[in-house]
């Protein structure tokens, strides 16, 4: 469990054999808008899509494509040229890194035109066709594509990878009873064990219908159910997995926020969560290579509101094998002791091959927003720490050289680089009453503290001769930082989480 500081530069990291990169798309008010950034996929090992989403009086939509430097290259999958230049674009990302784009345009004289496009992972259309408008799509077996047509005409399709329409899903007669329930609506469909499922969400009565079929059409079952949880959903080695985040209206009680897990049949198997004490819900979710990932969103109890992002990655049994903490500040020309925090929200994660995180979101001041693309490695960190040159995100009111993060590594993925500079040990981590604290024959302690992560705020005094079963108990739950100051003032931090016994 590591408290760690890494650099990440817009040019080539020498030396890394996984790619890291920042990416600002400047200024915005609003991050759905202006060059805001929607989502982002990897396309292949040397390239990296960006979704921005521009808004004028209306919304046009595009990936750019940027390659493992961060640089922009000349590619780009857009909509064709709408005669009032906006294009309402999705995107999905397919097997193989193949993006599947949908969407409508205007043509002269106020006529729409629907469109569904396939590319390959090096941005080339393998073929277009003008089917309507697609809103949801996921790959199925033999590179079938599953999606659903909300216009012209609202019904699941089955494409083959070569854009032929094999199939097509009547709503009624998947929904069967089920038909009476008011502004019912699909949301989301897929594959589990070679057959199809769908998923419909009423509203505002929150009735969600799960619907499985075969191959051939045949109902396998229906699941009712009620839920009011702001909800993501998908399959997953022959499971289902539902996340579920609910806060209350002021966003400060944290209701409900967990994983759960049940089988093809839709019977419930477990549950899990590892959450602090904080509000916080999901803000993005990927399986990938046996893998459950997650993109928490955290909102700290304090008057400065000062959100932060947290990502995660568990067993489909339970088991937390990696979090990273992503919360960031501003230090003052270079002093450390100087500590602004500023909300930082990642909104989208795409898992990449070397199984780095490729995030999306923005760091605000209060004034400003940037709007960022991170690529970070296999360890959720960049290289030495997230620290990031104040000239790369030039925001108004920023009297800093440097915007720092902590990126706490809670299961000790570190390169032998990250090693070599650890300074002391916290065991254990996550810990309950006590902890312990191993210290480096050749550091020579002037003070040790420990620190908020919410404020940075001092909580506790340690006396450098006691290191041993250091109580805690009084702490409230949460993510700390211990820091070591030796006697020529070279500062040393450590992340531990403090957890209920």
């Known amino acids: 469990m590591k408290y760690l500081i890494i650099i990440l530069f817009l040019f080539q990291l020498q030396g890394y054999s996984q790619s890291k990169f920042v990416i600002d798309f400047g200024l915005t008010s609003q991050l759905q808008y202006h060059n805001g950034i929607v989502g982002a996929f990897q396309l292949n090992d040397n390239s ?15 990936m750019i494509c940027y ?37 409508s345009y205007d043509t002269v004289g106020g006529k729409r035109k629907y469109f569904v496009e396939l590319y390959d992972s090096n941005a080339q259309k393998l073929w277009g066709k003008e089917y309507g408008f697609i809103t949801y799509a996921s790959s199925v077996q033999n590179q079938n594509i599953l999606a659903y047509r909300n216009t012209p005409n609202k019904q699941f399709l089955l494409f083959s990878s070569s854009g032929a329409i094999l199939k097509s899903f009547n709503d009624s ?70 996340f579920k985040s609910r806060l209350d209206s002021t966003k400060t009680k944290n209701l409900d926020t967990q994983i759960e897990v049940y089988d093809s049949n839709f019977t419930f198997i477990r549950s899990f969560s590892r959450n602090s004490s904080l509000p916080s819900g999901f803000a993005s ?17 304090s008057t400065s509101y000062t959100s932060f992002s947290e990502v ?17 500040w501003l230090d003052k020309f270079g002093d450390i002791n100087w500590l602004k925090p500023v909300s930082a929200e990642f909104i989208s994660l795409d898992v990449c091959s070397d199984n780095g995180y ?27 720490t997230l620290r990031i040159p104040a000239e790369l995100l030039p925001l108004t009111y920023w009297d800093s050289t440097f915007i720092i993060a902590d990126t706490a590594n809670h299961s000790n993925f570190l390169n032998e680089n990250q090693k070599e500079n650890v300074q002391f040990k916290i ?10 604290i191993e210290v480096k024959e050749d550091v020579e302690i002037h003070s040790i503290q420990i620190l908020s992560i919410e404020n940075g705020q001092k909580v506790l005094d340690i006396a450098p001769s006691n290191l041993k079963e250091i109580d805690i108990s009084s702490l409230p739950n949460g993510i700390y930082v211990i820091r070591i100051v030796d006697f020529t003032g070279n500062q040393f931090n450590e992340a531990f989480v403090k957890e209920s016994d």
């Open 358 to 384: 490729l995030l999306t979101g923005f760091i605000s001041n209060g004034y400003d927003r940037r709007v960022i693309a991170v690529k970070l490695d296999s360890n959720g960190l960049g290289r030495d």
């Open 285 to 301: 979710f990927q399986m990938h290579s046996g893998y459950i990932y997650t993109v928490l969103q955290h909102f700290p109890k």
């Open 48 to 62: 990296f899509g960006i979704i921005t989403q521009t808004g004028r009086n209306d919304i046009y939509n595009t």
């Open 312 to 328: 995660q990655k568990w067993t489909i049994d339970g088991q937390l094998k990696q979090r990273n903490f992503y919360r960031f």
């Open 67 to 103: 390659d493992s430097t961060g640089a922009k290259n000349s590619k780009s999958i857009s909509a064709p040229i709408s005669w009032s230049g906006g294009a309402n674009t999705i995107y999905f990302k397919m097997s193989n890194n193949q993006i599947l784009q949908s969407g």
């Open 173 to 242: 007669m998947l929904l069967g009873s089920f038909n009476s329930v008011s502004n019912i609506s699909p949301i989301k469909c897929g594959e589990i064990n070679n057959n199809y499922w769908m998923l419909f969400k009423s509203y505002p009565s929150d009735t969600t219908i799960l619907v499985v079929t075969d191959t051939n059409q045949k109902i396998i079952y229906r699941r009712h159910f009620l839920s009011n949880y702001a909800m993501g959903f998908d399959a997953f080695n022959g499971h289902f997995i539902w």
């Open 427 to 436: 065991f254990p981590n996550p810990a309950k009453s006590t902890i312990s």
